[in-house]
């Protein structure tokens, strides 16, 4: 037996006081035992015992008769206090009246005086009658620890369970039972391969057999559960091992939580991890003193060091290294300063700075500046995003350099060109008063051909420069407009579109005109585009040739059906459809400057439709019409349908005969 055994005899007869203390204590070292000559005397002491848990009383061995108080009296008074405590009647007077009465009263056990053997007997029932005190004790408070800990289980919020050595469910709570939507009596006894995933049930297999072999106390594997609603779901399932008395394999217990979030944050931020090493833009972190905290590859790889070197460095080093001037440091302290006062709303910062490559060429760098979240209120670092605009600032210098140039051009063709044109036309005013002759008709050709090639040159000149400012607006209304402005004889428009679109409104104008001009141009001569006029440069128009219908040109949005490819992820547009005599075989250099397949053409109108066209970022496709005749789309458009704020939607097809 472990742990001392505290004995308290009570006997009217100090020799047998003595004797009995003495015999206990020696037959057994574990026995201490403490003597009272009354049963009021051994109340006390009993009494005394309880507040001194090192001496607290495990025994009591009693005379039967006492005077003032005698042996069953005393075991009432006792059990009183302790209803479990041991109490032995160790009697003289011995007798069937008395051992019945004893009994009755719940002794633990009844012995009488006598031989000393009576005494190695009494120091057994002794032994025995603590010992189990001692084991029920311990039984009570392992039924009671494990009702605390069902309750626990069984109320907790995580899902958890107990396997036996084969894998059976023993134990499950309710939040298991509901995560697995199965109920309480179809989960205990069933196998848990029955309720997870085969990888999952492996994977728990092989973490079990990890730790029972020293892997540790405990340890978590993922499983995959599908839920009654199909979800696909991942736990994270903490696993402890369960052993008997001797060491032996006796189960497992899990508790379980859902990280389906978790993970999902977690693929996140590595997808941007992954992104943000991708980037083609430098992106570093400055810590609160200034060192570099962070950075990518993009980063990393503008400077001779490389990047482990450069974790770490203060900024400043870059400046005395010479990567950076020396204003850097103060642009930046100044930016940092405005950023984290409460009289600025700015979130960012953006400026210029310049840089020294490792070749030693000076690039300029486009800077972004934001604060890292504060942290307990101070100020944690910043966040930068560099971008190199060195050949971004070349190209604008040399577009400005080329507007320029055209800025010159177009100077030269608007005065220096049409100013002798004006001369020769006033002079054949003045010639065609003396002269009449066919000579007349050819040079006032000729000059009317000249004006319309300026004129061209000059619109083409200026689809070159960037478009204008870009807005929302109604096709239909700017259709209109267009057709109005152009020689559309007896041709007819309808508008089959209700849409809005974003862009330059007066350049679309000039698109849609061009494209009328051209449509009614080429239908006009009874040519199919293509065909060739005679060597004069006139048609034949002696009247001999059938009637015509006239053409009609169709504006209208495209849809996912208009395209070749049938794609419906293709961005918006409209197109321009005529009903004239087509294209010619020759399509892909329809948009070129200068040609044409009519001998009185510029080869300039279609020219300065791809100018516009492009200058939008759009695209613009050649097809044949419905009907024979020629279709021009025009895709890449940012759309809109037209509502009651914005105009009236024009749904219904419109026709105008503007001559």
């Known amino acids: 037996m472990t742990g001392g055994i ?30 009272a000559r009354s049963g009021r005397d051994g ?19 009693s005379d039967y008769d006492m005077p003032d108080m005698d042996g069953l009296e005393l075991l009432v008074a006792v059990r009183e206090r302790d209803p479990t405590m041991p109490f032995i009647l160790f009697t003289g007077k011995g007798s069937e009246t008395i051992a019945s009465e004893a009994i009755s009263a719940g002794v633990t056990d009844y012995l009488q005086k006598g031989t000393s053997d009576q005494y190695t007997v009494l120091a057994n029932r002794i032994e025995n009658a603590v010992e189990k005190r001692r084991a029920d004790r311990a039984r009570r408070e392992s039924e009671r620890e494990l009702e605390q800990y069902r309750v626990l289980v069984e109320t907790a919020s995580d899902a958890m369970y107990v396997l036996d050595d084969v894998g059976c469910v023993t134990i499950a709570n309710a939040a298991f039972c509901d995560l697995l939507d199965v109920d309480h009596d179809r989960v205990v006894g069933g196998h848990i391969s029955t309720f997870i995933s085969r990888d999952s049930f492996e994977r728990g297999v092989k973490t079990v057999r990890h730790l029972y072999s020293g892997g540790g106390e405990s340890d ?36 379980i939580r859902d990280v389906t979030s978790r993970k999902q944050r977690e693929r996140e931020l590595a997808q941007y991890e992954r992104i943000i090493e991708l980037a083609p833009t430098a992106l570093f972190i400055l810590d609160a003193d200034g060192s570099i905290a962070w950075c990518n590859d993009e980063f990393a790889d503008a400077f001779a060091e490389d990047k482990a070197e450069l974790l770490g460095m203060s900024f400043s080093e870059l400046v005395d290294r010479g990567y950076y001037d020396e204003q850097v440091t103060t642009k930046y302290a100044e930016e940092v300063r405005n950023l984290l006062s409460s009289a600025s709303d700015c979130d960012r ?17 486009d800077a972004h500046t934001k604060l890292l979240p504060l942290e307990d209120g101070e100020f944690a670092g910043t966040i930068h995003a560099i971008r190199d605009i060195t050949r971004r600032r070349h190209y604008r210098r040399e577009l400005e350099r080329q507007n320029d140039r055209l800025e010159e051009f177009t100077s030269l063709v608007s005065h220096d060109l049409r100013n002798p044109l004006n001369v020769a036309q006033g002079h054949l005013e003045l010639l065609e008063e003396r002269t009449d002759g066919q000579h007349v008709d050819k040079i006032r050709w000729s000059l009317s051909r000249m004006e319309e090639l300026v004129d061209g040159l000059l619109e083409l000149a200026r689809q070159g ?13 700017a259709t209109r407009e267009a057709w109005s402005t152009v020689d559309t004889g007896d041709a007819r428009l309808e508008i089959d579109t209700d849409i809005e679109i974003y862009g330059d409104e007066a350049r679309i104008r000039t698109l849609l005109e061009n494209l009328f001009r051209n449509a009614v141009e080429h239908s006009s001569t009874g040519d199919r585009r293509g065909s060739r006029a005679d060597d004069t440069g006139e048609h034949d128009t002696d009247g001999d040739d059938d009637e015509t219908e006239p053409v009609v040109v169709t504006v209208g949005s495209l849809e996912a059906d208009d395209y070749a490819t049938g794609d419906d992820t293709r961005p918006n547009g409209f197109y321009v459809e005529d009903t004239g005599p087509g294209l010619p075989p020759d399509r892909e250099s329809l948009f070129e400057f200068g040609y044409t397949t009519a001998a009185d053409g510029t080869g300039l109108g279609l020219a300065i439709v791809d100018g516009i066209v492009t200058a939008h970022d759009w695209s613009i496709t050649a097809r044949d019409g419905s009907s024979g005749g020629a279709r021009f789309e025009i895709d890449g458009v940012r759309t809109a349908t037209a509502d009651a704020d914005g105009g009236p939607a024009v749904d219904e097809t419109e026709t105008d005969s503007t001559g």
């Open 43 to 61: 109340l006390a002491v009993f009494d005394e015992s309880a507040a001194e848990p090192d001496r607290d009383v495990d025994c009591v061995v």
């Open 220 to 255: 978590c594997f993922e499983c995959t559960l599908e839920t009654h609603t199909d979800e696909q779901r991942v736990y994270e399932a903490n696993v402890s091992v369960i052993t008997d008395d001797t060491g032996e394999f006796a189960g497992s217990t899990a508790v």
């Open 6 to 35: 505290h004995v308290l005899c009570v006997d009217d007869d100090p020799d047998i006081r003595e004797l009995t203390a003495t015999v206990l204590e020696r037959r057994n070292d574990d026995i201490d035992v403490r003597t």
């Open 465 to 477: 420069k960037t478009i204008g400012e870009q807005e929302w607006f109604p096709l239909a209304p």
């Open 349 to 365: 910062a953006k400026y210029q700075i310049r840089f020294r490559s490792t070749d030693g060429a000076v690039l300029v760098h």
